[in-house]
């Protein structure tokens, strides 16, 4: 199928920092090394379907703005139209990878008999496009949130069908996500958590959700993906409660489940702004215990408190997300997907490749940044200073001892610690240098 939704606009390239072409990169510069590595393989970006392509502008008062040829999205020709308009766009931006959720790509059906067929037939059809493009896919992940089914949660929900419901379709997810070819398999519980504890039990919920990702994780075993699987933590939206509520919950549920060697973590700037931590704080939380896979990059209004899911402009925050991904050894299977969406009255086309040239280009320039500041050292030089404490034997052998011999020596040295500054405003001034 032929289609000229991106009529008149061309492929975008880097014309530099020079640039006054609102259609081209200005800082992204896939071959462009920093660090060694092309800045295309530190970055991965992805484009998400679902923001870019499935939703239709509604907001909580008032419904579709976008019209597109691929509307209404409840018929197998019009889900083909899409793809050709998205692959249309991973060209145009060039970007190495997408992420899918089962309901953005196919159109929705009642039956999980006819979800799967729907799910199969277009995923034959994204293969043969994906052979004929450079564009992989970054992960695949289920919806199982905005069909009435889920109101009450997925593999959370009271209902033991609902459970059953679940496993089929994340089981038909990971079979697409393996087919073609996807680099990590994500799970965000949208409906994973409560409003009322007045109608919930939690511990019983929580020990089905470890249950079904100890499920996911075997079955990812016997089909041989070689992907990571990642959930993704949100503290609330659309659960009062979310289980999986920041880094920190997530990390804690994957241990008491027995599935922190298996199971890493996609984060997200909005969610970790929702729940009251910086991006940097859970990609270092994560990144601390191992667990680091992914990124989903976007912004949050900070004054509205709900998840607004814009194209990230910052490149402060921008550059310190980066700063603690490189410290972690940058992406393995991970990559940035944008998952943002255009504001409801950017209706044209060309502002869906604005939105995606801008973020890309706030994420190279975040990222030279955070290169640089790794590069000079300042910032590692300063942590060594204020940790040389720790290097002497006796602190050390502390480590290794009681506090009964503690205290011995605290009165036989008589210790008493002098305070020292923690150069907070010197630090700011130093990463105010590169950004
Ligand atoms: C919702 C969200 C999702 C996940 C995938 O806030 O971030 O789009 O990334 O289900
Ligand atoms: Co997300």
């Known amino acids: 199928m032929s289609t000229g939704f991106f009529e008149g606009i061309e492929k975008v390239s880097f014309e530099g920092e020079g640039s006054t072409n609102p259609l081209a990169f200005r800082h992204y510069n896939p071959d462009e090394l920093v660090m060694g590595k092309r800045m295309e393989d530190h970055l991965r970006f992805a484009v998400a379907y679902w923001h870019s392509f499935a939703w239709e502008g509604g907001d909580p008062f008032g419904g579709q703005t976008f019209v597109r040829p691929w509307h209404p999205q409840d018929d197998m020709g019009r889900a083909k139209l899409k793809a050709d308009v998205a692959f249309k766009m991973f060209d145009l931006l060039n970007v190495p990878f997408f992420c899918w959720h089962d309901a953005d790509i196919r159109p929705e059906q009642g039956y999980f008999a006819d979800n799967l067929a729907t799910l199969e037939e277009i995923t034959d059809y994204i293969g043969e496009k994906m052979q004929a493009s450079r564009t992989g896919l970054l992960w695949g992940t289920a919806n199982m ?215 890309m280009d706030i994420c190279a320039r975040g990222l030279k940044a955070a290169a640089a500041m790794v590069e000079d050292g300042g910032l590692e030089q300063a942590l060594t200073e204020r940790y040389a404490g720790w290097s002497a034997p006796a602190a050390q052998a502390m480590l290794g001892s009681d506090l009964g011999s503690i205290t011995d020596r605290v009165l036989a040295e008589a210790i008493n610690p002098e305070p020292r500054s923690g150069r907070q405003e010197m630090l700011e001034n130093y990463v105010n240098r590169f950004v």
């Not at 209902?159 to 089929?168: E, K, Q, R, Y």
């Not at 990702?213 to 503290?235: D, Q, R, S, T």
């Not at 310190?320 to 940058?330: Q, S």
Request: aromatic residues 10%.
């Open 145 to 359: 949130f905005s069909d009435r089914r889920w109101m009450s949660g997925a593999a959370t929900n009271p209902d033991p069908d609902v459970f059953a419901f679940a496993a089929a379709t994340v089981k038909s997810c990971m079979d697409a996500t393996h087919k073609l070819g996807g680099q990590n398999y994500v799970l965000w519980g949208g409906r994973e958590g409560y409003e009322t504890l007045l109608n919930t039990d939690l511990g019983q919920e929580l020990d089905h959700m470890g249950r079904f990702l100890n499920m996911v994780v075997e079955y990812k075993h016997k089909i041989g993906f070689k992907g990571a699987i990642l959930v993704e933590p949100k503290p609330q939206e659309p659960s009062k409660h979310q289980y999986d509520y920041d880094a920190a919950t997530c990390i804690g549920f994957l241990r008491k489940y027995g599935l922190e060697d298996e199971v890493k973590l996609n984060l997200e700037q909005g969610h970790a702004i929702l729940a009251g931590h910086s991006f940097e704080h859970e990609i270092a939380v994560a990144a601390s215990e191992g667990m680091l896979g992914s990124i989903d990059m976007n912004r949050n209004d900070y004054q509205s408190g709900w998840d607004t899911d814009q194209f990230p402009n910052n490149t402060p925050e921008v550059a310190l997300a980066y700063y603690h991904i490189l410290k972690a050894g940058g992406f393995d299977t991970g990559g940035t997907n944008f998952d943002a969406k255009l504001r409801r009255q950017s209706l044209d086309p060309q502002d869906l490749i604005a939105a995606h040239v801008g973020g």
